[in-house]
Each structure stands twice: as structure tokens, then as C-alpha cells.
């Protein structure tokens, strides 16, 4: 397993969660990691990324202020701090791995994808 996602459940609205997202093998290698989200019916939507050189980060306006995405180099990791949350939060996360130091915020191409852990905000 490349990317091994945790942390889903089943959150209140306003309240908060964390998702962490563990790279093994090649992907600890990679220099990009985000998280893409998808509930039934449509496409896998952007959410956050962050490149591992510069530390930048790249928000979709819809979690703009009320989530932050944090690696650690170290264990190659990547997580998602998700606060204020509301019930279109919900959806499936995955995330995403990527040897291009592009951060690309499509979901056609990434090198890895986890296997998603589920997310569900309650009203």
C-alpha cells in the first residue's frame, strides 16, 4: 500500500476532524500531497495540496479557512485538519500523491491515490 488515509467518522455539524495520510514506497518520494473529496453521482473534487519542498499550499475556496493541510516530512505524512465542518462536507476523501512538484488540482492524473476514508457531518 502506498497511501494508507485514516481518520474518517462521523462529526457534527461545526465540529472538527483530522485525516492523516501515510506514503510508503515510491510515494514517500513524492513531492506533492493532497487530499481530493466524492460524494455518489459526481466527479472527485480538489480540496488541499501541499508541496514538500516549499511547504506551499493550495486551497479550494470552499474549505478556505476552515481547513488547513500539514505534512511531515519525516514520516511522510500528510494531514487535514477540517474545522467548521458542515454537512456538504460530506464525502469520501482520498489522497493523493505525485512526483511533479506541479501541484495539480484535477483529479486526472495523480501518481497514487489512497484507498479514501469516509467522512460524514451530521446536521
Known amino acids: 500500500v502506498q497511501l494508507q488515509a485514516s481518520g474518517g467518522g462521523l462529526v457534527q455539524a461545526g465540529g472538527s476532524l483530522s485525516l492523516s495520510c501515510a506514503a510508503s514506497?515510491?510515494?514517500?518520494?513524492?513531492?506533492?500531497m493532497g487530499w481530493f473529496r466524492q460524494v455518489p453521482g459526481k466527479e472527485r473534487e480538489f480540496v488541499a495540496a501541499?508541496?514538500?519542498?516549499?511547504?506551499?499550499?493550495v486551497y479550494a475556496d470552499s474549505v478556505k479557512g476552515r481547513f488547513t493541510i500539514s505534512r511531515d516530512n519525516a514520516k511522510n505524512t500528510v494531514y487535514l485538519q477540517m474545522t467548521s465542518l458542515a454537512p456538504e462536507d460530506t464525502a469520501v476523501y482520498y489522497c493523493?500523491?505525485?512526483?511533479?512538484?506541479?501541484?495539480?488540482?484535477?483529479?486526472?492524473?495523480?501518481?497514487?491515490w489512497g484507498q479514501g476514508t469516509e467522512v460524514t457531518v451530521s446536521s
Open positions: 493523493t500523491a505525485d512526483f511533479s512538484s506541479a501541484i495539480d488540482t484535477t483529479p486526472r492524473r495523480h501518481d497514487y
Open positions: 514506497g515510491r510515494a514517500s518520494s513524492s513531492q506533492v
Open positions: 501541499i508541496r514538500r519542498s516549499s511547504g506551499r499550499t
